[in-house]
């Protein structure tokens, strides 16, 4: 058999797409196929944590990056902070500043520079790890704590890994650089969902995303419990093949939260897997036109001319920071955005603000009513003249992301650009001689003020397959700010994006206070391990909550361990309840819907965070 490299991905997390990663590769694996087990979720990997492979190498992954400027030879010029797109050098009061955590890696400052002022030195971006999982051939990569702009580089090295047989890419979730540098190229991209409003809700921006690079999704529904038509009904309008339904079983998810493999512990769901596994396999190995579907309903309708930026419209000097609490979680799916939909019931004199903009959800709950949206640009968009270009070659050398194409035309070279790598950094327009390169600013998504039932909301949507969310995060808390300054709101509420990225470090710094909601599962502990090394190099105070902590209560005690090794304050735990679903039907937080146990247990944590 010729490689097959299948992508497994999400619009959003905690849908269960590790669990279908690993328990297909496990079913392959034992009926002798020859697989390799790649996960490229490079900010929060889970596959070994239940596929337990033995690692037998290990590697660092070294970049040569822009480590600050050299004080003697530097001249206040500003020309570095001028090419920057991405916020990562300020001149402030005569003094150059470098924010490695924000810096990509993309070289515009090293040669926009007169005097050659910049340093570099090789810095670590992350480790790969290469092991075995029995027959399964196992590779995965941890990126360095605050190195969020690194994510779709050190996937890219985990994806050389790829080899003869079935590869299996465990992508992370949502609709960012990471997930498109994952799922390009790949046979066919698997899109995990489930039936909820937040599922269906992201699975509609990962099929955008995916047809948008070139490749028809297929779809597994997890937690299978239909609650309406809806996920049906919108997969047979966009004629989305389903190839597999699994069944919302609490022994399900009791086996998932100890690191098991569900289909050796509970062998009756083996040929669901098998079935899964098998079409995948079969549909991976033809050529399948992209299907465009029903036209998505265009948000732009209303928009501001001009492209706004992050800092564009940051609080003004005279106003007074809002107190911050942002809440985010290691890994998607544990509740975050529910929790933060009820702190917003339950808050007074709070602004909202819904920072996961790569797949954001809280609208889907607080019904906010637009009352301004604009475009944002977080980059700008080239284009080569091919009148003007020579062919000599510079923007394909300059470029840090393999965004130059090249090709032969009339024995001639051509080169292009290639919009899905491309991030908007603006380098080769700087280093053509041939004035070839055009540039326009990209729109990169669409911000929005809105005004909800608990207050004002600032939130946005990140574009299909787009960079630069960290800045778009950047914008929306600072439009919240400023919000909570024309308001006399003094609190704002942060709904955080998961994982340990670029949105998560725009999201996360500065702020007074972090909540971490996890799950007691070894996932949800990993990652929840994960997110305090974030809090903790941003300096950034934080509790923790456990949500469904019944599902699995050694592993809560766990958690509260965890907890007081990096000294910090557990918060609290919340039972698992279908209540919180219903709930999310009636676009409603849980608080505002019922009550009971789950509803006391969130009240109390809110009365310990306030008091905080």
Request: charged content about 25%.
């Amino acid at each position: 058999m010729n490689d097959l490299k299948i992508a497994i991905s999400s619009g959003k997390g905690g849908t269960g797409k590790t669990f279908i990663s690993t328990n297909c590769a496990s079913v392959l694996a034992k009926r002798g196929e020859k697989v390799r087990y790649l996960d490229c979720d490079v900010e929060e990997p889970n596959g070994h944590l239940f596929l337990k492979p033995e690692i037998h190498k290990e590697e660092n992954v070294m970049l040569l990056a822009p480590s600050g400027v050299d004080e003697e030879k530097c001249i206040r010029c500003g020309k570095c902070a001028e090419a920057c797109h991405y916020n990562a050098i300020a001149v402030v009061n005569n003094k150059v500043l470098f924010f490695s955590e924000l810096c990509h890696v993309c070289g515009g400052c090293k040669i926009v520079c007169p005097v050659g002022a910049i340093l570099e030195k090789e810095k670590k971006i992350g480790v790969i790890k290469h092991g075995k999982s029995g027959a399964i051939d196992f590779h995965y990569a941890l990126l360095e704590t605050a190195e969020g702009g690194m994510s779709p580089r050190l996937v890219k090295r985990v994806k050389e890994c790829a080899g003869q047989g079935i590869n299996i890419l465990d992508s992370s979730p949502g609709t960012a650089c990471p997930v498109v540098e994952t799922i390009k190229g790949s046979d066919l991209c698997v899109l995990v969902t489930d039936p909820t409003p937040f599922g269906i809700n992201d699975l509609k921006l990962a099929v955008d995303m995916s047809r948008g690079i070139g490749q028809e999704p297929v779809v597994v529904v997890n937690r299978a419990e239909y609650y309406n038509n809806k996920l049906k009904d919108y997969c047979r309008e966009e004629k989305l093949e389903i190839i597999g339904e699994i069944p919302d079983d609490r022994h399900i998810a009791e086996t998932y939260s100890t690191g098991d493999i569900v289909v050796e512990k509970l062998p009756q769901y083996r040929e669901v897997f098998e079935k899964i596994a098998s079409r995948m396999i079969e549909l991976a190995g033809k050529k399948r036109p992209v299907n465009r579907g029903e036209k998505a309903k265009d948000l732009s309708v209303k928009v501001a001319k001009t492209p706004e930026k992050a800092g564009q419209y940051a609080t003004p000097g005279t106003a007074k920071k809002p107190k911050e609490l942002v809440i985010i979680s290691g890994k998607g799916g544990t509740g975050k955005t529910s929790i933060a939909a009820c702190f917003a019931a339950l808050a007074e004199k709070t602004v909202i603000a819904d920072c996961d903009v790569d797949a954001a959800d809280l609208h889907l709950i607080l019904s906010p009513r637009i009352r301004e949206r604009g475009n944002f640009s977080g980059g700008v968009k080239v284009e080569i003249d091919q009148d003007k270009c020579t062919g000599c070659g510079k923007c394909e050398k300059a470029c840090q992301f393999s965004a130059i194409g090249k090709e032969t035309v009339d024995g001639k070279p051509r080169f292009y650009v290639d919009p899905v790598a491309c991030e908007g950094c603006g380098v080769c327009y700087l280093v053509c001689g041939d004035k070839a390169i055009k540039t326009e600013d990209a729109v990169n998504g669409e911000w929005f003020i809105s005004e909800t039932r608990f207050g004002p909301m600032s939130h946005a949507k990140l574009g299909v397959a787009e960079e630069n969310s960290g800045r778009l995060v950047t914008l929306v808390r600072d439009k919240g700010a400023l919000l909570a300054h024309e308001s006399g709101r003094n609190k704002e509420l942060i709904d955080g994006s998961p994982g340990t990225g670029c949105p998560v470090i725009a999201s996360l710094t500065g702020a007074d206070y972090a909540l971490i909601v996890t799950e007691p599962t070894v996932s949800g502990l990993h990652d929840m391990g994960r997110i305090l090394q974030v809090t903790e190099h941003f300096r950034v105070p934080a509790g923790v909550v456990v949500n469904k902590y019944d599902l699995n209560t050694d592993m809560t005690d766990k958690v509260k361990q965890l907890s007081a090794e990096h000294n910090v304050e557990f918060l609290g735990v919340v039972p698992y309840d279908k209540k919180v679903t219903e709930a999310q039907m009636e676009k409603l937080s849980v608080v505002e819907y019922t009550r009971g146990p789950v509803t006391e247990s969130i009240e109390q944590i809110w009365q310990k965070i306030s008091g905080i």
